[in-house]
């Protein structure tokens, strides 16, 4: 591994190179930000590879339009950007219902709590001399009171206020099953009980994948009013936009991993050179069977799967639903749809395709700090979202380190960005509070802090010092590329 600390330090625009983005959630702002350095600086780069929210990065990268991560109204610095990941809305709205029967079952509870107050301050009015303030202030509030604790009230109102409210969240429940069962996504049988098949998965990846997918569409239709078309032909344009202008300033090989549930094994999707598309595919499985079976060829068969793929990378295992694709019946898995997702440990596979696309050096882009020391204990986290994103930033630098360990002689260079210090959780996307400064962070300083990285890490010491020239980037506006479509 190189590090800005290493002796050996050296940097070659020779080398065939590839761009690595690993991290889940919020990582992708801090992968915008190192992407618009390298942007700025003219860094070569042969192909971009992603996993978790790397995807993110990866697609639009290979397209050319790093800048819609990273500009004031691209993916990470949008407002929109604060939603991602949020409930589902079964569970939500459900959530509501369950708090109005909770709220009308403490109303008389709060009721008594309340009448001890204005008890005690009728009291003190009658002692400084408003008696009568302080009897009109208690006989109303009685009035109140009576009211609520009345036989016709409180044995018959309340009871079926509160049972009405939770009849209304077990309606929504089912309601979102009827619904996703109506929208004829793919569909498999499940062993779940009543309770798992209502309640499901907590979180949703729907409005991050519509968010990218969205983005991929205005750089595809270019000034064209054109609106999005369904996921598959919009798979089929993103690759042949990408297979057209491959070799083409800004447009770079793209590869990314997922997980496969059913099948236990990861998947790569890739969209390769002519020089490595051949050799890569045709390469022995890392697992039984054939090499077809995990690895698809975003230029052939494989390019119906390209969204499949991002939204799989962006699935969170257990806290969202799992991707469903459904594989076409002449491939190897006949037809069958499973069940896809990221998988927090699957960083040394990407570095494993990737070596085997031919890449010489790696530039390697992490928001995982590196590991705690002595006396940096900071409170955990006691909020759903926040415990669950701990857990996952734990086992993805776990995973950083025994992969840093692993592949250190793999690649003639293997250059690491990371931030020093990241309080930012895997789903913290509305920021937090961090101990150390004691201040709140947001996803927008992840983002600068991603840019000053890349530079103080990578640009200015490793670059700069290789003696390479390297033209950089304009600020002009992007240019047409072939394929796009353009009034």
């Not at 330090?9 to 915008?32: D, I, K």
């Not at 998947?267 to 595919?281: C, D, I, K, Y």
């Not at 390697?364 to 701990?390: C, F, I």
Request: hydrophobic residues 45%.
């Amino acid at each position: 591994m190189i590090t800005p600390d290493s002796p050996d330090r050296q940097y070659s625009t020779r080398l065939r190179t590839a761009l690595v983005l690993t991290g889940s959630g919020t990582a992708g702002a801090y992968h915008a930000g190192v992407l618009r350095a390298l942007h700025e600086a003219g860094v070569r780069i042969d192909l971009v590879a992603g996993r978790g929210a790397g995807a993110i990065g990866a697609y639009l990268a290979a397209v050319d339009g790093g800048p819609r991560l990273w500009e004031a109204d691209g993916i990470w610095r949008s407002p929109a950007a604060r939603s991602f990941y949020g409930w589902r809305t079964p569970l939500r709205l459900a959530g509501w219902a369950l708090l109005a029967a909770v709220a009308v079952f403490a109303l008389p509870l709060a009721l008594l709590a309340v009448a001890v107050l204005v008890g005690l301050a009728g009291l003190l009015m009658t002692l400084v001399g408003f008696e009568g303030a302080g009897a009109s202030l208690t006989a109303a509030y009685s009035g109140w009171v009576a009211t609520l604790f009345a036989p016709a009230a409180l044995p018959t109102v309340v009871p079926r206020l509160a049972l009405f409210a939770l009849l209304v969240a077990c309606a929504i429940l089912v309601g979102g099953v009827v619904a996703g069962m109506a929208r004829g996504n793919p569909r498999r049988r499940s062993r779940q009980g009543v309770v798992g098949r209502l309640v499901g998965s907590p979180l949703s990846a729907s409005s991050i994948v519509h968010r990218t997918t969205t983005e991929l569409w205005n750089l595809i239709r270019g000034a064209a009013p054109m609106a999005a078309p369904p996921r598959a032909e919009l798979a089929r344009r993103y690759t042949e936009l990408l297979s057209e202008n491959l070799g083409q300033p800004g447009f770079r090989e793209l590869l990314v991993a997922v997980h496969d549930m059913d099948a236990r094994r990861d998947l790569v999707f890739a969209m390769l050179g002519p020089a490595q598309r051949t050799r890569f595919f045709a390469r022995p499985a890392l697992a039984e069977g054939p090499r077809q079976s995990e690895a698809f060829d975003l230029a052939g068969v494989g390019r119906e799967h390209a969204l499949d793929a991002l939204a799989a990378a962006l699935t969170v295992p257990l806290a969202t639903e799992p991707e469903l694709v459904t594989f076409s019946p002449e491939g190897p898995w006949r037809g069958e749809t499973h069940r896809l997702c990221d998988r927090p440990g699957a960083l040394a596979r990407l570095l494993e395709e990737v070596a085997a696309a031919g890449a010489e050096q790696v530039i390697l882009l992490t928001a995982a700090p590196p590991p705690g020391k002595v006396h940096e204990l900071s409170s955990g986290r006691a909020d759903l979202r926040g415990s669950a994103g701990e857990q996952l930033a734990a086992f993805e630098s776990s995973g950083l380190r025994d992969v840093l360990e692993n592949f250190a002689g793999r690649f003639a260079r293997l250059f690491l960005i990371r931030p020093s210090h990241n309080p930012l959780g895997p789903l913290d996307f509305t920021g937090v509070f961090d101990e150390r400064s004691d201040r709140m962070h947001s996803m927008a300083e992840l983002v600068d802090r991603g840019y000053e990285d890349a530079y103080r890490q990578f640009i200015e010491p490793v670059v700069g010092a290789s003696g390479e020239r390297i033209q950089s980037s304009p600020p002009e506006p992007r240019r047409g590329a072939v394929g796009a479509i353009e009034l």
